[in-house]
């Protein structure tokens, strides 16, 4: 592996010469496939792209966003994100996770390995089907991905990018079905865990199968003064070289995106940012809340953002949240029963959101850990059909959250919080 980091943050020029000098050990090729991030993710894409461009001059390069099911990216989106123009030698790709011709199936995990490591909970195979261009005779693969904490994979990043990034609705229901089965509270924030092991074997069925050589940069960042600040960039080939890659990205993101408080809080205002539009990104706010003694008991988690409208810009999955609602794990599976159809992924969210708490099937009460409230531009009548509060975002002013038991986060959903006397 061949790296950089400096954990107080990484000049560009430093970092240019390094990825120019890194860019130049790998193999030339005629047709090039780079998979990267989506809107949803901060990073520094837009330096690494352009010298991959710049490297193969004289190829083909085409850019697959490896979205899952967040929505498609436009080509001005492409251009900001990379960083680079589309021309007739660079093309930008969405991944359309739901489009059977655009999908090739090419083996399975069985069910034995998803109950091991489910802890009992989940007994079923998962077809592998991913995206066809992975084996359509590209010369070189190169996955742009980068690591933070992350509630169904320990930490974001690496092979993540290929399962579920670049894979199918079965794929990308069952992960998230069976990451959620296992919970939040043990696997957010640790580089090892068992959603991490499912990515793994997953993935490493894919590359068995791809042909070309494939080569990971995974990035670690900070924002300062609403500039990406880069703290690491992690090169390696191959898929032990990605694991490798992913747990020295992991232990970087674990010093700059963790932040400790003393005492449990008993209300939190999560500012969310713009780019994330939609209650199924800011749902973030909500898991990077649940290491367990982070809420009290009854704690008020309010999602503030103004700017979102909807739970989910495709109808169908916004469909399957009202269905069911925000309910805690053992709610969600009894009503998963009851409504047939529900995607599974919608249902990991719609558990992931609402947290922990005690269902008793016999008089279908509930008792949760903490409530969310949503100050945004969704109605209260929505937010109740949901089973979430709601609050006006204009009443929302930060000197009233100020004080003990209370904390204001500006950049809502980014950091993972802890108790100090974990650290």
């Given at each position: 592996?061949?790296?950089?980091?400096?954990?107080?943050?990484?000049?560009n020029n430093e970092l240019k010469d390094f990825i120019k000098k890194e860019v130049k050990t790998i193999p030339r090729a005629e047709k090039v496939l780079v998979i990267?991030?989506?809107?949803?993710?901060?990073?520094?894409?837009?330096?690494?792209?352009?010298?991959?461009?710049?490297?193969?001059?004289?190829?083909?390069?085409?850019?697959?966003?490896?979205?899952?099911?967040?929505?498609?990216?436009?080509?001005?989106?492409?251009?900001?994100?990379?960083?680079?123009?589309?021309?007739?030698?660079?093309?930008?790709?969405?991944?359309?996770?739901?489009?059977?011709?655009?999908?090739?199936?090419?083996?399975?995990?069985?069910?034995?390995?998803?109950?091991?490591?489910?802890?009992?909970?989940?007994?079923?195979?998962?077809?592998?089907?991913?995206?066809?261009?992975?084996?359509?005779?590209?010369?070189?693969?190169?996955?742009?991905?980068?690591?933070?904490?992350?509630?169904?994979?320990?930490?974001?990043?690496?092979?993540?990018?290929?399962?579920?990034?670049?894979?199918?609705?079965?794929?990308?229901?069952?992960?998230?079905?069976?990451?959620?089965?296992?919970?939040?509270?043990?696997?957010?924030?640790?580089?090892?865990?068992?959603?991490?092991?499912?990515?793994?074997?997953?993935?490493?069925?894919?590359?068995?199968?791809?042909?070309?050589?494939?080569?990971?940069?995974?990035?670690?960042?900070?924002?300062?003064?609403?500039?990406?600040?880069?703290?690491?960039?992690?090169?390696?080939?191959?898929?032990?070289?990605?694991?490798?890659?992913?747990?020295?990205?992991?232990?970087?993101?674990?010093?700059?995106?963790?932040?400790?408080?003393?005492?449990?809080?008993?209300?939190?205002?999560?500012?969310?940012?713009?780019?994330?539009?939609?209650?199924?990104?800011?749902?973030?706010?909500?898991?990077?809340?649940?290491?367990?003694?982070?809420?009290?008991?009854?704690?008020?988690?309010?999602?503030?953002?103004?700017?979102?409208?909807?739970?989910?810009?495709?109808?169908?999955?916004?469909?399957?949240?009202?269905?069911?609602?925000?309910?805690?794990?053992?709610?969600?599976?009894?009503?998963?029963?009851?409504?047939?159809?529900?995607?599974?992924?919608?249902?990991?969210?719609?558990?992931?959101?609402?947290?922990?708490?005690?269902?008793?099937?016999?008089?279908?009460?509930?008792?949760?850990?903490?409530?969310?409230?949503?100050?945004?531009?969704?109605?209260?009548?929505?937010?109740?059909?949901?089973?979430?509060?709601?609050?006006?975002?204009?009443?929302?002013?930060?000197?009233?959250?100020?004080?003990?038991?209370?904390?204001?986060?500006?950049?809502?959903?980014?950091?993972?919080?802890?108790?100090?006397?974990?650290?």
């Amino acid at each position: 592996m061949e790296y950089l980091e400096n954990l107080k943050g990484i000049n560009n020029n430093e970092l240019k010469d390094f990825i120019k000098k890194e860019v130049k050990t790998i193999p030339r090729a005629e047709k090039v496939l780079v998979i990267s991030p989506d809107y949803t993710r901060v990073d520094f894409s837009h330096i690494i792209a352009p010298l991959i461009v710049d490297r193969y001059s004289s190829s083909q390069i085409d850019f697959l966003n490896a979205g899952g099911t967040h929505r498609s990216m436009t080509s001005d989106e492409f251009e900001v994100k990379l960083g680079i123009k589309k021309t007739k030698q660079i093309n930008f790709i969405n991944h359309r996770f739901s489009d059977p011709d655009k999908l090739v199936t090419i083996g399975k995990i069985s069910g034995e390995f998803i109950k091991e490591k489910t802890e009992g909970h989940l007994l079923a195979d998962i077809d592998i089907t991913v995206n066809k261009l992975l084996f359509s005779g590209y010369d070189l693969i190169i996955a742009l991905s980068a690591s933070v904490p992350h509630e169904a994979s320990g930490y974001s990043g690496g092979l993540k990018l290929f399962f579920p990034g670049v894979s199918g609705p079965h794929v990308i229901d069952a992960f998230h079905w069976a990451a959620v089965l296992v919970g939040i509270p043990k696997i957010i924030g640790k580089v090892e865990n068992n959603g991490r092991d499912i990515i793994n074997e997953g993935s490493k069925l894919i590359f068995e199968k791809i042909k070309s050589p494939i080569y990971s940069f995974n990035m670690v960042n900070t924002k300062i003064d609403d500039q990406v600040l880069p703290v690491g960039l992690y090169i390696d080939r191959g898929y032990k070289g990605f694991i490798s890659a992913y747990k020295r990205a992991s232990k970087a993101s674990s010093s700059i995106h963790v932040k400790y408080i003393d005492e449990p809080l008993s209300q939190v205002v999560q500012m969310i940012p713009a780019y994330y539009d939609e209650i199924w990104l800011a749902g973030k706010g909500s898991y990077k809340l649940q290491k367990p003694g982070v809420l009290k008991k009854g704690a008020e988690v309010i999602i503030y953002a103004p700017h979102i409208k909807c739970f989910h810009t495709d109808p169908d999955i916004e469909k399957d949240l009202f269905s069911l609602g925000y309910h805690c794990r053992d709610n969600i599976c009894t009503l998963i029963e009851e409504v047939p159809g529900i995607s599974k992924n919608a249902a990991a969210h719609l558990i992931n959101v609402c947290g922990p708490g005690v269902f008793d099937p016999a008089t279908r009460e509930e008792d949760l850990e903490f409530r969310i409230t949503l100050a945004t531009s969704i109605s209260e009548d929505k937010c109740k059909e949901v089973g979430l509060s709601y609050r006006d975002p204009s009443t929302i002013k930060k000197d009233d959250f100020a004080g003990p038991g209370k904390l204001w986060i500006d950049e809502g959903g980014k950091y993972l919080y802890d108790i100090k006397r974990r650290k």
